[in-house]
């Protein structure tokens, strides 16, 4: 036992001996540790030191440290670059950075700075005015963040300061460019909208909105079809689809709604917009309202219409006295006397009626010329063969007014593509120019002959007919050639306008030359030195044609004929009876439409003159209705002789059943010419019909 307890004793001992030195080895180690740990740390803030100084150095951003310990403020070097400071003139306190704060500014910005600091927030930001070494203020926007104590203490505040002068530059010069683009929008007369390379419209502008009364939204995509009229819906969005895929511009006029339900006429038009690479990025377009402008214009054919309308009712009018009158002086001539003064006194009489029917024809066929609605009726035609025969027509006219008339052409023809009427009318129309200016003892010549190729007014180039009209008259000065070919041009004339005229031949024969696609030019040497008018035609290939046929016209085969003349003017109607009976014709006269028919019925004429403006309740164009539902008439020609002689109304009297249609004061030649038809149509036919 005793061994035992020694034993412990001894253990005992060196266990107590050990412990301090096993103490000290752990102390040792605790001691090393927590060196090691100091100098980790020391060098972990060496290396943040290090990569905050490299940051103050990298960016352009302006920093600034605020130690809130001891109260001091560090700024970097991008201070100088942005505000013209040193960091050292700002000073170590926070004192110099408000010192630079706007005294605007200055309150709010120091009050929230504090706000944050001892409000236990993380950050803290704001926007002010900074001024700079200059003394001028540039915009900053400020945010500082705060670093606390493991208690919640703030320690130290870190931030950045940015320069916002050149962004606000920019911001103001998009303010500037919107506003002067919504000006621009606003101040167009018209109503703006704006699509996505597809089509889809996103954008309308104010104008529209206004307008329709419906949001902008309510008519993006395809939305904005529902604001148009049904009517022209379908054609408007084929031609917004063709334009958008490329097939056909958009340039269109249709009707929108406005916000009351009404209609109005736009003239709408959409261009795409593309970018360097030639791609669609949007589609642009604007709608001009034109309602006003489609007012006036519907309007203005209104106003055409009746004018029309007036014309043809003024020609009527002036035509139906001129009838009996030109018809008495076809008796006359007929009848013949040897004593000169009814000679003279007869050709006075044609002569004058025969000028007052060309200036009705002339007022009428300048006005359908100014509206495109003329005719032409072209054929290939010998244009020698029309200058000699208009020539000769006016030969007595220029003869009596002590003028000669001389024609130089070549023996062959010269074909042309023309209406034969109104190449005639053209050389009438100069002719009669000339003779009008030209005095007792002057001449006029007239020269046809092919000449060389030469532009037309399409710019094309053909061989060419040129007609020349020469006087040795009166003559133009500069200022009149300028205007001798608009309507009612006319030289300056004295108060007895012993000239007359309407002033509209020679826009006739400008407007007649021209839709036979030639031209016609004048020349003068001055006043009192003459002038000349050229007209110049397309050459047409020649041809053959037989001229052996000669027409029927002796007067032996006259007889036997009858003629049913229809007119309501009594002295129209009983001159037209007597020339005829003169002519050999045998003839019955009628005052009004249905006793005309009942006499057709009775006795079948073989040629009916009717006029077609009758009382009664039976116009013209009732009457050849009437006879070309009777069997019996089923051969009777119809002749309408009418003071209506627009396009318009021998449309209708052909429809009517009219064969030919002549205008009063029919020539004594026209109307036996339309006579002599019907014979040769009847011999022609030879129906046995009852006498």
């Not at 022209?232 to 084929?238: I, N, Y």
């Not at 007012?295 to 055409?304: C, G, I, N």
């Not at 003329?374 to 220029?398: F, G, P, S």
């Not at 052909?654 to 040769?680: I, Q, W, Y």
Request: charged share 30%; with cysteine; net charge negative.
């Amino acid at each position: 036992m005793n061994g035992t307890a020694c034993q412990r004793s001894e253990g005992t001992t060196a266990r107590g001996q050990a412990e301090p030195a096993l103490r000290e080895s752990e102390a040792r180690d605790r001691a090393a540790s927590a060196e090691a740990a100091r100098l980790e740390a020391e060098a972990a803030v060496r290396r943040s030191e290090e990569q905050y100084r490299l940051v103050n150095r990298a960016t352009n951003d302006v920093i600034w440290d605020w130690d809130l310990e001891t109260n001091r403020v560090y700024w970097n070097g991008a201070v100088i670059q942005h505000f013209g400071c040193t960091p050292e003139e700002l000073g170590d306190g926070p004192e110099g950075w408000y010192d630079r704060i706007h005294p605007e500014d200055k309150d709010r910005v120091i009050g929230g700075v504090h706000a944050a600091i001892d409000g236990g927030c993380e950050c803290w930001t704001d926007e002010y005015r900074f001024r700079k070494s200059d003394g001028s203020y540039a915009p900053v926007l400020d945010r500082g963040y705060i670093g606390r104590s493991a208690s919640g203490v703030a320690t130290r505040m870190i931030g950045s300061m940015l320069d916002l002068t050149e962004r606000h530059r920019a911001e103001a010069a998009l303010r500037e460019s919107e506003l002067f683009h919504r000006q621009t929008l606003e101040s167009i007369p018209g109503m703006v909208f704006a699509t996505r390379p597809d089509g889809y419209c996103e954008f309308l502008s104010e104008q529209w909105v206004e307008f329709t009364g419906l949001p902008a939204e309510q008519q993006f995509g395809d939305l904005w079809i529902d604001v148009l009229h049904p009517d022209d819906r379908e054609r408007v969005f084929a031609a917004w689809r063709a334009a958008v895929g490329g097939l056909a511009p958009y340039d269109l006029e249709y009707r929108v709604r406005r916000r009351d339900g009404g209609y109005q006429w736009f003239k709408v038009r959409g261009r795409p917009i593309r970018d360097a690479s030639n791609r669609i990025v949007r589609w642009f377009g604007i709608a001009i309202n034109i309602h006003d402008l489609k007012l006036a214009e519907q309007a203005l054919r209104d106003a055409d219409r009746r004018k029309d309308e007036f014309l043809a009712m003024l020609a009527h009018e002036l035509r139906n006295p001129l009838a009996p009158v030109r018809t008495a002086a076809a008796m006359l001539r007929r009848v013949g006397s040897a004593d000169p003064v009814q000679r003279r006194a007869r050709e006075v009489i044609d002569r004058q009626v025969t000028h007052m029917a060309r200036l009705i024809d002339d007022l009428l066929d300048i006005s359908r010329i100014a509206r495109g609605r003329i005719q032409l009726h072209k054929e290939r035609c010998d244009l020698v063969r029309i200058v000699r025969q208009t020539a000769e027509d006016y030969r007595a006219n220029l003869e009596v007014a002590g003028v000669a008339l001389s024609v130089i052409a070549p023996d062959e023809p010269l074909w042309v593509e023309g209406d034969d009427t109104r190449l005639a009318q053209m050389l009438g129309n100069l002719l009669q120019n000339a003779g009008k200016f030209t005095d007792a003892g002057g001449r006029v010549s007239v020269r046809v002959e092919a000449g060389l190729p030469g532009p037309g007014r399409d710019g094309g180039v053909f061989g060419q007919a040129v007609i020349t009209v020469e006087d040795s008259g009166v003559g133009m000065d500069p200022a009149l050639l300028s205007r001798l070919f608009d309507p009612f041009s006319q030289a300056e004339q004295g108060l007895a306008r012993s000239k007359g005229g309407l002033g509209l031949g020679l826009a006739l024969v400008r407007g007649l030359v021209e839709l036979h696609g030639g031209t016609v030019a004048a020349h003068s040497d001055g006043p009192g030195r003459g002038s000349m008018f050229t007209l110049r035609l397309p050459l047409a290939a020649p041809i053959a044609r037989d001229q052996s046929a000669a027409s029927d016209r002796d007067e032996a085969s006259r007889h036997g004929v009858r003629v049913l003349v229809i007119e309501d003017n009594h002295d129209a109607a009983e001159s037209l009876e007597m020339l005829l009976t003169l002519s050999g014709y045998e003839v019955e006269t009628a005052f009004d439409g249905p006793t005309g028919l009942t006499a057709a019925r009775k006795r079948p004429p073989d040629v009916v003159l009717c006029d077609l403006g009758l009382p009664g309740g039976m116009d013209g164009y009732d009457v050849a209705r009437a006879i070309r539902a009777e069997p019996s008439l089923a051969s009777t020609r119809l002749v309408a002789l009418s003071g209506y002689g627009q396009d318009e109304d021998r449309r209708r009297s052909r429809e009517a059943g009219f064969d030919k249609h002549l205008v009063k004061p029919a020539e004594d030649t026209a109307l036996m010419e339309a006579l002599s038809a019907g014979r040769r149509e009847m011999r022609s036919t030879a129906s046995p019909l009852p006498r």
